[in-house]
Nanobody, 126 residues
């Protein structure tokens, strides 16, 4: 099992930026996928972005494409989410997720991921 811990949330004005981090530990994570999901009050958890750990291929939800950038530091086993041009509708709890699988998976589905962080709150004021 891989453990993941997020950090970096906070309060920001619309148009501002934040960077989230997610440190992975536990079982050696040398392949698979890591991703970011978010959940706003009263809504289902939704896909934000994902990255293949080996090749670095990135995937984004349409709602964040062009504003958010997912990246990873392989040596530090850390995932990042750079969020720019933030909007009030980006307000949510952001979760880091990891799976050791990388093939034949729906990377946009929360059910694909075995490991989840506790979440970090991102609030964007208008």
């Amino acid at each position: 099992q891989v453990q993941v811990v997020e950090s970096g949330g906070g309060l920001v004005q619309a148009g501002g930026s934040l960077r989230l981090s997610c440190a992975a530990s536990g079982r050696t994570f040398s392949s698979g996928l890591m991703g970011w999901f978010r959940q706003a009050p009263g809504k289902e958890r939704e896909f934000v972005a994902a990255i293949s750990w080996t090749g670095g291929n990135t995937y984004y939800a349409d709602s964040v494409k062009g504003r958010f950038t997912i990246s990873r530091d392989v040596a530090k086993i850390t995932l990042y989410l750079q969020m720019n041009s933030l909007k009030p509708e980006d307000t949510a709890i952001y979760y880091c997720a990891a799976t050791l699988r990388s093939t034949m998976v729906n990377l946009r589905s929360p059910r694909t991921y075995e490991s989840w962080g506790q979440g970090t709150q991102v609030t964007v004021s208008s």
